[in-house]
């Protein structure tokens, strides 16, 4: 069964940066596109970033120019850089396969801007 551990999360002054890491077991890295997700408050998860198996980059308007979604096959690992920290960004991170996402998502890691 494929396992998703995100980290990297934490709390920031509004224009800072943080970097959040996913990693996975299994080759599900490698065979599909993977997702950032995010889920603030009452809000339903909204997917922000995403990265092809031939690392072309999607991004949500809200995050575009700010975001930037990079991944390493050899770790089974994708990386979301975030500049630019708006109040607005503050949710719990997952990461998962895009699209079709797998049914046993990792426990995400919380991001909280301050303003």
């Known amino acids: 069964q494929v396992q998703l551990v995100e980290s990297g999360g934490g709390l920031v002054q509004a224009g800072g940066s943080l970097t959040l890491s996913c990693a996975a077991s299994?080759?599900?890295?490698?065979?599909?596109?993977m997702g950032w997700y995010r889920q603030a408050p009452g809000r339903r998860r909204e997917l922000v970033a995403t990265?092809?198996?031939?690392?072309?980059?999607i991004y949500a308007d809200s995050v575009k120019g700010r975001f930037t979604m990079s991944r390493d096959k050899a770790k089974n690992t994708v990386y979301l850089q975030m500049n630019s920290l708006k109040p607005e960004d503050t949710a719990v991170y997952y990461c998962?396969?895009?699209?079709?996402?797998?049914?046993?998502w990792g426990q995400g890691t919380q991001v909280t801007v301050s303003s």
């Open positions: 990265i092809t198996t031939r690392n072309s980059t």
């Open positions: 998962n396969k895009v699209p079709n996402p797998i049914g046993s």
């Open positions: 299994g080759s599900i890295f490698s065979i599909n596109a």
